[in-house]
């Protein structure tokens, strides 16, 4: 006997996340699969929000920075740690950010590293998100994806220290001790 499990589509979805059924559990959509999001660490969640203080100052009228809100992607809806998405912000009024609003996404990883480096980057690849970084906390590095090309990235770069840019806003300079702060 096979198995087979039932792929949801994004409005099979927000059918089930408008009925309150899934209140309070923490899931997000992902290639069709209703996934259990891992709960926050105290690593995490410190170095979330202390950068996402840090981009809103740093993008200040250029840009929306959400925390842990979903996207609304082609069979899924993660809900990335951080997201840099255009203004104005009343746009998602009425939906969640779809590919073309993105600039870049962030995730920051201690045990949730393999998913994000596996799973998450074929949904992020496959639907275009210019650039996908990933803070490691474990190894103290920032893993940054640039150039989609169906299921992955064609550029990987890993940094430890100095400064960065985004492909979005090149002439902003991204201090990397404020990303890794652990």
Do not use: C
Not at 81 to 94: C, K, M
Not at 142 to 148: D, E
Not at 154 to 161: G, V
């Amino acid at each position: 006997m096979t198995s087979i499990i039932y792929k949801w589509s994004i409005d099979e979805w927000h059918e089930l996340v408008n009925s309150g059924i899934l209140e309070g559990k923490p899931v997000e959509l992902l290639e069709g699969d209703i996934i259990e999001m891992s709960p926050e660490g105290i690593e995490h969640s410190y170095t979330n929000q202390s950068v996402s203080d840090y981009l809103r100052d740093l993008l200040k009228g250029k840009a929306q920075i959400r925390e842990s809100h979903p996207i609304t992607l082609d069979n899924s809806e993660p809900e990335p740690d951080i997201a840099i998405v255009r203004l104005p912000e009343t746009i998602y009024r009425h939906h969640h950010p779809y590919p073309q609003d993105i600039y870049w996404l962030i995730e920051v990883s201690n045990k949730t590293l393999k998913k994000d480096l596996e799973q998450k980057i074929i949904t992020y690849a496959r639907n275009k998100i210019p650039e996908y970084w990933v803070i490691d906390l474990k190894n103290k590095k920032l893993i940054v994806h640039t150039q989609p090309q169906n299921n992955n990235y064609s550029e990987i770069t890993e940094y430890l220290s100095g400064k960065i840019t985004s492909q979005a806003f090149p002439y902003i300079e991204i201090n990397l001790g404020k990303l890794l702060l652990y």
